[in-house]
């Protein structure tokens, strides 16, 4: 019995499909983060499994059983299912301590253990009116754990918080899942929160799960480019103009466009194919090259300085992929 089962998921709103058939399980303890560009349809998901959502088809197990969607129950939801929604709400003007005491039935111990995960245990005293975003966020994420569910949802928890609360909630979500044992799904736009943080990627086009797999998987096989455009910058070399990048025999990548992230293309003395560069662009750690090989225009990273516009260069690539 896997932990989480979601089956041949459909829901339809007013007329319009939000979901396409969507199916993946989850053991345990792994962590997975969605992806998609907006309105592709992961907060929906995240509903759906919480049962806020109904679906039109499939279902949702969790832990062996049905979650049932909100038009079977009156207030819908899960106990062991918690969702933190992009808009999560805090009573006005009660101080914070009085906002947990409502939700909590938990022991002194365990509280104390929950507040301090949540790093929160020195705003006992505020007012919810003099928190700042990430504070306010924190504390609702504390309220929700205090009926310690075993899957917590989080809706683009970093959207909106300047690097200082990001940073602290990256720990807080880090502690929640390794000191608390709860699992979470992680709904990120910004790749830096999903690669180095998740056990499992699904990528979510137009309602549909396109793409599954390991972090390393998503980032060097995307299955096409929306997936390669969402974890980075990459190449894209049209099948027509490809041909100074294909080895002569290769008749595997025909009719095929070529995909390469810029840190795979690399500058070499000799034997590389030859370009010119356009312009050279500095970001502090690196610099990104516009290099024109034939018709194509390539972005190059490279560590190396003191490239200027019509340098001639040679590139090879490695790690390409083809779509
Ligand atoms: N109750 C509803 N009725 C009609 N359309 C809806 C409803 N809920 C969501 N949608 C539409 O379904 C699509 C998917 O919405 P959803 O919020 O799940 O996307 P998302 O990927 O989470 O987007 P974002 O990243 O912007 O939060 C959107 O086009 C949205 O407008």
């Known amino acids: 019995?896997?932990?989480?089962?979601?089956?041949?998921?459909?829901?339809?709103?007013?007329?319009?499909?939000?979901?396409?058939?969507?199916?993946?399980?989850?053991?345990?303890?792994?962590k997975i983060a969605l992806s998609g560009e907006t309105g592709s349809g992961k907060?929906?998901?995240?509903?759906?499994?919480a049962g806020l959502v109904q679906p039109s088809a499939g279902q949702v197990m969790f832990e062996g059983e049905r979650v049932i969607g909100p038009h079977d129950k009156l207030v819908p939801g899960h106990p062991g299912i918690a969702y933190l929604s992009q808009q999560f709400e805090l009573p006005q003007f009660l101080r914070v301590e009085q906002v947990l005491s409502y939700a909590n039935s938990l022991s002194a111990e365990e509280a104390r253990t929950l507040y301090e995960v949540c790093r929160i245990s020195h705003l006992a005293k505020r007012?919810?009116?003099?928190?700042?975003?990430?504070?306010?966020?924190?504390?609702?994420?504390?309220?929700?754990?205090?009926?310690?569910?075993?899957?917590?949802?989080?809706?683009?928890?970093?959207?909106?918080?300047?690097?200082?609360?990001?940073?602290?909630?990256?720990?807080?979500?880090?502690?929640?899942?390794?000191?608390?044992?709860?699992?979470?799904?992680?709904?990120?736009?910004?790749?830096?929160?999903?690669?180095?943080?998740?056990?499992?990627?699904?990528?979510?086009?137009?309602?549909?799960?396109?793409?599954?797999?390991?972090p390393q998987q998503i980032y060097k096989q995307p299955v096409n480019e929306y997936t390669a455009s969402l974890f980075?910058?990459?190449?894209?070399?049209?099948?027509?103009?490809?041909?100074?990048?294909?080895?002569p025999g290769d008749n595997k990548t025909k009719g095929k466009d070529l995909?390469?992230?810029?840190?795979?293309?690399?500058?070499?003395?000799?034997?590389?194919?030859?370009?010119?560069?356009?312009?050279?662009?500095?970001?502090?750690?690196?610099?990104?090259?516009?290099?024109q090989v034939e018709d194509v225009t390539l972005l190059v990273k490279t560590g190396k300085d003191g490239f200027k516009a019509g340098d001639a260069v040679q590139v090879k690539l490695s790690d390409v992929w083809w779509v």
């Open 127 to 214: 007012r919810t009116n003099q928190l700042s975003g990430g504070e306010r966020q924190r504390i609702a994420l504390a309220r929700l754990l205090s009926s310690w569910p075993s899957l917590l949802l989080l809706d683009e928890p970093y959207s909106n918080l300047d690097m200082g609360h990001k940073r602290i909630l990256k720990s807080v979500i880090h502690d929640i899942s390794d000191e608390l044992g709860i699992t979470c799904i992680l709904i990120s736009h910004d790749p830096h929160d999903t690669l180095s943080w998740a056990d499992e990627i699904l990528v979510i086009q137009d309602g549909k799960l396109i793409q599954q797999g390991n």
């Open 259 to 291: 995909l390469v992230r810029p840190e795979n293309t690399t500058l070499v003395a000799s034997g590389g194919v030859p370009g010119v560069v356009m312009a050279a662009h500095y970001f502090g750690s690196h610099y990104e090259l516009d290099v």
């Open 43 to 49: 907060s929906t998901l995240l509903q759906t499994i």
């Open 232 to 247: 980075g910058k990459y190449n894209a070399i049209p099948a027509d103009k490809s041909k100074a990048f294909i080895k």
């Open 1 to 30: 019995m896997a932990f989480l089962d979601v089956s041949g998921i459909n829901v339809v709103e007013e007329g319009i499909v939000i979901l396409k058939d969507i199916n993946f399980s989850m053991e345990e303890h792994r």
